[in-house]
């Protein structure tokens, strides 16, 4: 990953659409009003002026628009730099370990997993998914916290084709499903970057999380 791209990016993605569109209005109806309150002093009746009070309050709304476009252009330059802050301060985080619940990438190595069955589970059951969401396997676990290893082989020992899978535990209680959560893993972060606004982190596959979504970080193995 190039970090110098990544946070280039994020500072251009920091001025949104959405702040843009609303300047550009705020801006326009200035000029406008600009203009029709210049018109308006060049046309008048000089034996019937425009009334001092009426001046007054003209001049008031011209200022507030002004004002108005000026806070707005201050908050989006806040916001890009603050969005850049954010994202160098993640740039630190490149290169480590994430521990979350995402797809992880599977080349043939086991995967370690941190399941969390529910208080009262009395079974637990891993479920397996491929890239496109399929099941792929169903595996009876121990009902514990303790990390488990799926070796990412199919039932005569072939091992599974390379790419993203992700991870889920049911706990039952009575024979009856009473909670379905996603396991977490470890997976390598690759890019921090900037997405609509929001500081988003590339894990190792492509997978993306927020950095609200990270449990715990550690040096790559």
Known sequence: MEIGTSLAAGTGAGQSAQTESATSALSSDFETFLRMLTTQMQNQDPLKPIESSDFAVQLATFSGVEQQVRTNQLLEGLAGQ???????????????????AAPA???GAPVTLYPQPATAAQEAVLVVRDARGEVVERLPVPVSTEPLTWAGAGANGTPRPAGLYSFEL??????????????????RITEARSAQGASVLVLSGGAEVSPAEVQALRQAS
């Open 105 to 107: 990438q599977f080349d």
């Open 170 to 187: 049911e706990s039952y209680a009575g024979g009856d499903l009473i909670s379905t959560t996603p396991v977490e893993l470890y997976s």
């Open 82 to 100: 603050m969005n850049l802050d954010g994202l160098s301060q993640l740039a630190g985080w490149v290169g480590m370990e994430a521990r979350v």
